[in-house]
């Protein structure tokens, strides 16, 4: 299963997992965005990611807050988010506090995983106690749809996955140009899109209906 | 290495000492270095505008279109890791309630404070919104009259506008008062969703506009045009292109050589005259946890209204003959609702919130149109909210609901955030003098300080106004083509960070802390200038009416008998 693990990130794995543990964190990313044509939540950089979070404190700045204001994806010619910022004392109090805590969470939430004696993955993230399972969410989410500077989302592949464009600036989406409105025509602002990339299908339109119907709304004919 | 101290770093004797770099604060600190006098600006959050003080180039922000390090990890907000406040409905929930214990209405603490995470909506009040004690007698609040009206303000408000650089069309809003001059700038460019919604409310006989936001459409202010970047709303600006009091008014007195501004540091407690008529001198919590002392002629408290008031109280209730710091909290009462539409709407690209109506703000005491307030039209969120929201409602559908492939679908098909538009009442918070602000009998921040409590319940009065608009507002969905719609179910926390009261003006030193000016009755040299100064909460949003507000305030302490003679064009 390790030879699956994404290569990014440097030295993922190494430092803070075990073999074991680093393993289980693979298949529950997988439970929680499973792989199919696209990446599942382990291909998507879970693992670098929160490696990246709990070994925040290993750097100088902390790798907690990418900086600005811009990244070179979208007209910058250098990549600001790269240059993490340095922390003032209240922020720097409460990120030791996080990073120790989740670290802590999420050891103590792995052991308690193994001890559970489940191979299953899926079986496994539907046992798994409610904040454990909560913090897992949170991270690999985080990691799936995150700016790649903090590990994750490799190649933009979380935000190509959504049809989300990201950060977008310097360019934006709309440029003054002296007399109106200048806009993207793969990502237009003030029109419809030339296409939809992924119509909603029946399981999802059921989910919104049952939403829908719980807060007492409406479905229009 | 990081910088604390910005503008003159030689000033070492103030006249005025200024608590707050946001919205309520930088005003005051705007019109007192431009008419001369030395002002030290302490703020409790870092800065991160580079350049702040530079009249050779632009500011630089560290802000940017990062999700994560905004909205997930509090790069301007509170850490209530360290900082938090309590919460509790009444007393009879004890001391607090524990589950709503950490992250309570936490605002940016940073330099531009609270301005600087909105996108900037500065719509003014009406007129009678100034009035509701006068015109309103609903047993159980406290509705009192401003003692600055419509008239008084307007003034203000135009150079407010002018200032910040407020984008709007001057009576395209057909409940708006009367004003002086048109917006400085033209709207923007529409974004696709409003424009949906516009068709439906267009239908149903409302009348929609572009909202005046503090958002430049055009370069002003030697700023450039908004791009329309999409992460606007929650989130500072990376481009200047926003108004905010920072990089308009704060940098404007940096530039004076009249301001010094020191950033991280936190003022723990006001120290009064051996009288108690007058407050002495300012301790402060500096940069590197050490302890500092400043003194000034006058002390003007803008660390909004929940910091205010908590200041004050440790500092031994300061300013309280009328028994009325930390009453009278209000927050907007948020009605949400959710229309999902068919089609991709890529809500998220723009302003968040460029359009909006006035036809729910209502009228007073007109059954058939209970006061409420301003209608925000806006898009849906980014991914990773998304991926919370989905996860939240496929749990409450129930056990066994949940599955990733699912979860996956919702995220590339994007019902929550590509096909969603929302709108956003902001309705009147009837003030009521059991909403307070105290001190938390034994929580502490990480400085060993008392940590804010709060104790707040709703009133039937905003209540029954929002459950009276919903349907209208899923009516209106229904009209604009969206296939589905629905209202958001409340949380626990009010969902608006529209913070205002505690510190109330007024004519009368029995029913008011401060006058009409913002000067406390109490002490001869302390006044207040944010959103704690505001008696009623009106239906639109605030910044705007704090920003003209201390201006006002800031010009009636240079010229207390005429403050408009301080105006400039």
């Keep these: 299963m390790l030879a699956k693990l994404p290569a990014c990130g440097d030295n993922a794995g190494d430092r803070v997992f075990t073999s074991a543990e680093l393993t289980m964190l693979y298949d529950l990313a997988n439970v929680i965005i499973p792989p199919d044509d696209t990446p599942g939540g382990a291909e998507l950089g879970a693992i670098a990611f929160i490696e990246a979070l709990v070994t925040a404190y290993d750097h100088d700045p902390p790798m907690i807050y990418a900086g600005g204001p811009f990244s070179d994806r979208a007209g910058a010619s250098d990549d600001g988010f790269a240059n993490f910022i340095e922390l003032d004392r209240v922020s720097d109090a409460a990120w030791r506090l996080d990073t120790a805590s989740i670290k802590q969470q999420l050891v103590a939430g792995l052991a308690a995983a193994r001890a559970l004696g489940i191979s299953d993955p899926a079986k496994l993230y539907d046992a798994l106690d409610a904040d454990f399972q909560a913090l897992l969410f949170e991270l690999v989410t985080e990691a799936a749809w995150a700016a790649p500077e903090y590990g994750g989302n490799p190649n933009l592949a979380g935000w190509a996955m959504i049809h989300f464009e990201g950060d977008s600036l310097p360019m934006g989406y709309s440029q003054w140009n002296g007399s109106g409105y200048d806009e993207r025509g793969d990502a237009p602002m003030s029109t419809p899109n030339p296409s939809d990339p992924e119509p909603l299908t029946d399981d999802v339109r059921q989910v919104i209906m049952e939403v829908v119907a719980v807060l007492g709304g409406q479905t229009f004919p | ?569």
């Design chain 2, 1 to 569: 290495m990081r910088r604390t101290v910005f503008g003159n770093t030689s000033l070492s004797q103030f006249d005025a000492i200024v608590i707050g770099s946001g919205a309520g604060g930088n005003p005051v600190t705007y019109v007192l270095t431009a008419n001369g006098m030395k002002v030290l600006v302490l703020e409790a959050g870092p800065c991160h505008l580079d350049y702040l003080d530079d009249p050779t180039q632009a500011p630089v922000p560290r802000f940017s279109n990062d999700e994560l390090k905004i909205e997930h990890r509090n790069f301007i907000e509170m850490h209530s890791e360290v900082e938090p406040r309590t919460w509790r409905n009444s007393p009879a929930d004890g001391d607090r309630i524990d589950s709503l214990t950490g992250n309570v209405q936490n605002l940016p603490k940073t330099v531009g404070g609270g301005g600087l995470h909105a996108d900037l909506k500065m719509p003014r009040f009406q007129s009678t919104d100034l009035q509701l004690g006068t015109l309103l007698d609903i047993p159980g609040t406290t509705f009192a009259d401003w003692p600055v009206q419509y008239d008084e303000l307007e003034p203000f408000y135009a150079w407010g506008e002018r200032l910040c650089g407020v984008q709007g069309r001057a009576g395209a809003d057909p409940f708006a008062s009367a004003r002086s001059s048109d917006y400085p700038m033209p709207p923007g460019n529409p974004m696709y969703g409003s424009m949906l919604v516009g068709t439906g409310l267009s239908a149903l006989g409302y009348t929609m506009f572009p909202y005046p936001t503090a958002v430049n459409s055009v370069p002003y202010g030697g700023r450039p045009a908004c791009v329309d970047c999409g992460f606007c709303s929650g989130y500072p600006c990376p481009t200047n292109a926003k108004g905010s009091t920072a990089i308009t008014m704060l940098r404007s007195a940096l530039l004076t050589n009249n301001c010094q501004l020191r950033a991280e540091t936190r003022v723990a407690k006001l120290v009064p005259s051996a009288t108690g008529t007058a407050i002495a001198s300012v301790q402060t919590i500096e940069p590197d946890g050490s302890q500092g002392s400043y003194t000034a002629d006058r002390i003007v408290l803008a660390a909004s209204p929940i910091e205010d008031a908590r200041l004050l109280l440790l500092s031994g209730g300061l300013g309280n003959s009328s028994g009325l710091v930390g009453r009278n909290l209000m927050f907007h009462y948020q009605t949400i609702c959710l229309g999902i539409f068919d089609d991709r709407v890529h809500g998220y690209r723009g302003r968040t919130v460029d359009h909006g109506f006035a036809d729910f703000r209502g009228v007073p005491n007109d059954s058939n149109h209970p006061l409420a307030g301003i209608v925000e039209i806006s898009g849906g969120g980014l991914p990773i909210g998304e991926a919370a929201f989905y996860k939240r409602i496929l749990d409450q559908l129930g056990a066994g609901r949940w599955n990733g492939a699912l979860f996956k679908k919702l995220m590339r098909q994007s019902p929550g955030r590509d096909r969603v538009m929302v709108m956003v009442i902001q309705a009147e918070d009837a003030p009521q003098a059991t909403n307070i602000v105290d001190l938390d009998p034994s929580i502490t921040d990480l400085d060993g300080l008392p940590v804010p409590r709060i104790t707040y319940q709703n009133h039937t009065f905003e209540v029954s106004a929002g459950q009276f608009y919903e349907p209208k507002l899923i009516q209106i969905f229904g009209a604009a083509g969206a296939r589905y719609a629905a209202i958001a179910p409340r949380d626990p926390l009010p969902g608006s960070q529209h913070v205002m009261g505690t510190l109330r003006s007024g004519v009368d030193s029995s029913t008011s802390v401060t006058d009409p000016n913002g000067k406390f009755w109490d002490l001869g040299n302390l006044w207040a200038s944010d959103g704690a100064l505001f008696p009623t909460s009106s239906g639109y949003n605030p910044t705007m009416t704090i920003v003209a507000l201390a201006l006002r305030v800031g010009a009636a302490i240079v010229n207390p008998t005429s403050p408009e003679s301080v105006i400039t064009s």
